[in-house]
T-cell receptor, first 114, second 110 residues
Framework: GAGVSQSPRYKVAKRGQDVALRCDPISGHVSLFWYQQALGQGPEFLTYFQNEAQLDKSGLPSDRFFAERPEGSVSTLKIQRTQQEDSAVYLC????????????FGPGTRLTVL | RKEVEQDPGPFNVPEGATVAFNCTYSNSASQSFFWYRQDCRKEPKLLMSVYSSGNEDGRFTAQLNRASQYISLLIRDSKLSDSATYLCAVNVGTGNQFYFGTGTSLTVIP
């Protein structure tokens, strides 16, 4: 069966550009998570969806970050007016349910902001 | 204080050695614990869940110590292929937010 997929795998943006990162979770997984991972660090939580509902967005670093999952499946993380400090790997994970269930990660999108 | 702390290492061990990593967590209400393995420039892959009674999967043993608020991962008979970064993940109560440690780097030397 297919795992979590993400696209693009690599994205280079000029400072000030908007970017959109896509995540396709494992089929049937209710919960979807976005994380940001800087070099040499562990993943940092950004936001969480249960089906189409965004239940927790406490980790989004600024109002330039926006995530959606309109049909409870594919999710998009959008970053407006990118800054150099946004450069990181953005990981998406899904789990069968919430509440501390095991999460399975996609390959990530490596974003470089010049 | 960070929610989850790990010794970043690096741990350099010879093949066949036994190595152990600890991960401390700050919130006593934490309920779910996991170890992930992350290879260079790859995504974290679930290695094993950590159960209250401890659990074993081949050469890997995970344990939870609630009193001292840490989890551990023991790798026996290390293989070259075990070289990776090992991340612990902890969630809080019934919450969905996972906190990850910074990872512990392991290199197994021939």
């Amino acid at each position: 069966g297919a795992g979590v997929s993400q696209s693009p795998r690599y994205k280079v943006a000029k400072r000030g550009q908007d970017v959109a990162l896509r995540c396709d979770p494992i089929s049937g997984h209710v919960s979807l998570f976005w994380y940001q991972q800087a070099l040499g660090q562990g993943p940092e939580f950004l936001t969480y969806f249960q089906n189409e509902a965004q239940l927790d967005k406490s980790g989004l670093p600024s109002d330039r970050f926006f995530a959606e999952r309109p049909e409870g499946s594919v999710s998009t993380l959008k970053i407006q007016r990118t800054q150099q400090e946004d450069s990181a790997v953005y990981l998406c994970a899904s789990s069968l349910a919430g509440g501390g269930n095991e999460q399975f990660f996609g390959p990530g999108t490596r974003l470089t902001v010049l | 204080r960070k929610e989850v702390e790990q010794d970043p290492g690096p741990f350099n061990v010879p093949e066949g050695a036994t190595v152990a990593f600890n991960c401390t967590y700050s919130n006593s209400a934490s309920q779910s614990f996991f170890w992930y393995r992350q290879d260079c420039r790859k995504e974290p892959k679930l290695l094993m869940s950590v159960y209250s009674s401890g659990n074993e999967d081949g050469r890997f043993t995970a344990q939870l110590n609630r009193a001292s608020q840490y989890i551990s991962l023991l790798i026996r008979d290390s293989k070259l292929s075990d070289s990776a970064t090992y991340l612990c993940a902890v969630n809080v109560g019934t919450g969905n937010q996972f906190y990850f440690g910074t990872g512990t780097s392991l290199t197994v030397i021939p």
